[in-house]
């Protein structure tokens, strides 16, 4: 193999080979396979770098046009020895080149971190949904509605749990219902700078007990809103007896307060912390819930 320049029509077979790949999400190819595509040899750089299959097309890199304009982007690139070799091509990677993240540091944290950074990830989702609903009235539906009520909730339930976790690391297992984890919350975090509210605080069985009473006629499965919000149905496929109700804006202020409860007790937490470290190590006792 011998360094030559390149031009755009040297790998149009490619472009027309991937373009009629349009099918698949991701396939892999060796080199051998894409020189004979190509009907002819690779440069020597692609044997040896990377960079050669670059996302970024330009006048030095016609051969990423071949790719780019076929709608896949190269994922990932082994070099099995100086000739031979496969890339993995991914549709859509063309679209936000070099832009990715991974989970490595992330899992790192503690558990409840990365519980309360999930609850956020899922309030800041059903934020930019409800926006983008209230933005295009056209594309609301419930379906779509449905999703940001369910990463709502779900954020709730995650928070609860991180602080939950946070107090008693070694707790095997928590609830889903946000009406049991929120008592043990309070039960643990007993100041009012604590105390936050949401539509989810007292479940209908809450209500049952409290008046004796079934206060609502509703499927079974409707007691438990996050299957409400993914299925709309049970496993029979009975639809629901209540009326589900989505407005983006009022939504959408749920949300923002969310997100501000989730941030302010996250800092009252932090700022416990650091006080029960100075209160030990000074050799004092303090109230872990005080403010």
């Known amino acids: 193999m011998s360094a030559r320049p390149s031009t755009p029509d040297e790998y149009e077979a490619l472009r027309v080979y991937l373009a009629g790949q349009r099918q698949r999400f ?72 070099r832009l990715a993240v991974d989970s490595k540091e992330f899992a790192q944290k503690g558990v409840d971190e990365r519980l309360r950074e999930l609850a956020l990830g899922y309030v800041q989702s059903a934020k930019l949904l409800c926006v983008s609903l209230g933005e295009r009235p056209n594309e609301l539906s419930w379906p779509r509605a449905s999703v940001a009520c369910f990463c709502y909730r779900h954020a709730i339930e995650l928070f609860l749990k991180s602080c939950i976790l946070h107090r008693m690391p070694t707790i095997e297992r928590c609830s889903h219902d946000i009406s049991t984890l929120r ?31 079934q206060v609502a006629l509703v499927e079974d499965f409707e007691r438990k809103p996050d299957q409400v919000f993914r299925y709309l149905s049970d496993k029979k496929g009975r639809s629901p007896r209540g009326l589900y109700f989505f407005a983006p804006g009022s ?19 932090s700022d416990l912390d650091r006080s029960a470290e100075a209160t030990a190590a000074a050799g004092g006792v303090r109230n872990a819930d005080s403010p």
Request: hydrophobic share 40%.
């Open 183 to 213: 008592k043990e919350f309070l039960r643990m975090y007993t100041h009012a700078d604590f105390y936050f509210e949401t539509p989810y605080d007292i479940s209908l069985d809450d209500l049952d007990e409290l008046f004796g009473v």
């Open 26 to 97: 991701s396939l892999r190819l060796t080199f051998e396979e894409i020189e004979a595509i190509l009907g002819h040899t690779l440069p020597d750089e692609a044997y040896t770098s990377c960079g050669w299959w670059t996302n970024e097309a330009d006048s030095t890199t016609p051969q990423s046009g071949a790719w780019l304009d076929a709608g896949f982007g190269v994922d990932a690139v082994a070099h099995q020895s100086g000739t031979s070799g496969w890339v993995g091509f991914v549709q859509g990677l063309q679209r936000w080149p």
């Open 251 to 269: 939504w959408l202020s749920l949300c923002e307060r969310l997100e501000a409860d989730i941030n302010r007790i996250w800092v009252k937490i």
